[in-house]
């Protein structure tokens, strides 16, 4: 006689979850590789979050004015949010932050390659807020749908705060397109330098992303990376014309059969060597954010001390009420 399979009717179960799109939650028992795959995918978006900060914040100091200063602050506070929140989705997975931190600056996990272009103009702000939030739109909407729960409930919120960051990015890129000769010039040279690496932020094509399949069984991913980058271009066409800029492809145009448009294909062997670390500006990302967590170890510290006494005084005061209250019932008795 054989023992029973007990992973058998848990696996069962967790396939109707799928099946019914339920939400899977950190209590219910899930396969270790579907575990796996979300906390290595929740930890590189949390990565990219924080390291996301760090080419607009360069600009916090230089913004023309209090308004674009006031707006470039509360945008990049914003991606620290959704750092945190993903932070906190992986450790409901069994994850800890402390590990996933090591491992993004010893260059163990990866954040999004697009955090590795510099920002060398104050357009380089609205491009990004257009582009890349865009972009992190057409990609995380269909995530607020994603099988567990509480990376879906995170995208909920974050893509209130992504669709601000757009908005605030095309509004700077339409106030600079009214302005002078050289305004527009600096539009269009941020527009030309950001699209190709934007329309990477997908991922490979679906034929060389391997993993793509396996995650859109588990209802972890809804469309597939070339699906979503259709998406990107045909949201950004009529952007572009409005706004009066040219996105930078000779090959796109609407096609009126497919009812989408054609457009060219990326350089991906540019992708490959800034995914392996040889981007313009990889370097410089993570040396900044490891000399930001060893700076920042005193608050650790000192957060777990105080947290360390507060535990202490309560349970001092736990134990002085139980031993009044045995007091009081050896008085009544
Ligand atoms: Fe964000
Ligand atoms: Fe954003």
Same mark, same amino acid.
């Given at each position: 006689m054989t023992a029973p399979d007990t992973a058998e009717p848990l696996q069962r179960q967790f396939d109707d979850t799928i099946a019914r799109d339920h939400r899977v939650e950190p209590r219910d028992w899930m396969p270790? &590789?579907?575990r796996r795959t979300l906390i290595r995918q929740i930890a590189q978006h949390a990565h990219s979050e924080i390291i996301g900060m760090q080419p607009e914040g360069d600009w916090i100091t230089r913004a023309p004015s209090l308004r674009r200063k006031a707006i470039l602050f509360a945008k990049v506070q914003?991606?620290? %949010?959704? &750092? !945190?929140? !993903?932070? /906190?989705?992986?450790?409901t997975l069994g994850a800890d932050r402390a590990d996933l931190t090591e491992r993004l600056i010893? &260059?163990?996990?990866?954040? /999004? /390659?697009?955090?590795?272009?510099?920002t060398p103009t104050y357009a380089d702000v609205g491009v990004i807020g257009w582009f890349v939030d865009g972009a992190a739109i057409c990609n995380q909407v269909p995530l607020c749908r994603s099988s567990f729960g509480p990376y879906a409930r995170a995208m909920v919120r974050v893509c209130k705060e992504e669709s601000f960051h757009q908005r605030q990015g095309y509004e700077l890129l339409l106030t600079m397109m009214r302005g002078t000769e050289g305004q527009r010039a600096m539009v269009q040279d941020a527009v030309d330098r950001w699209w190709w690496p934007s329309l990477m932020m997908f991922g490979p094509p679906d034929g060389d992303s391997p993993n793509s399949a396996q995650s859109m069984a588990w209802k972890i991913k809804r469309h597939t990376n070339d699906e979503l980058r259709q998406r990107f271009v045909d949201m950004t066409v009529p952007q572009a014309e409005r706004l009066g800029v040219r996105l930078p492809d000779p090959e796109l145009r609407w096609n009126e059969e497919r009812g989408r448009h054609d457009f060219g294909t990326p350089d991906w062997s540019e992708l490959q060597r800034v995914i392996a670390g040889d981007g313009p500006r990889n370097a410089e990302r993570v040396s900044r954010r490891r000399a930001a967590h060893e700076d920042g170890a005193w608050v650790r510290e000192a957060a777990s001390a105080y947290a360390a006494k507060q535990a202490a005084r309560a349970a001092g005061? #736990? #134990?002085?009420?139980? %031993?009044q209250a045995q007091a009081q019932e050896g008085t009544a008795a």
């Open positions: 270790d &590789g579907y914003d991606e620290a %949010g959704h &750092g !945190l929140y !993903l932070y /906190s989705a992986a450790e010893e &260059g163990r996990q990866k954040y /999004s /390659s697009i955090f590795n272009y510099p005061a #736990a #134990a002085a009420t139980q %031993g």
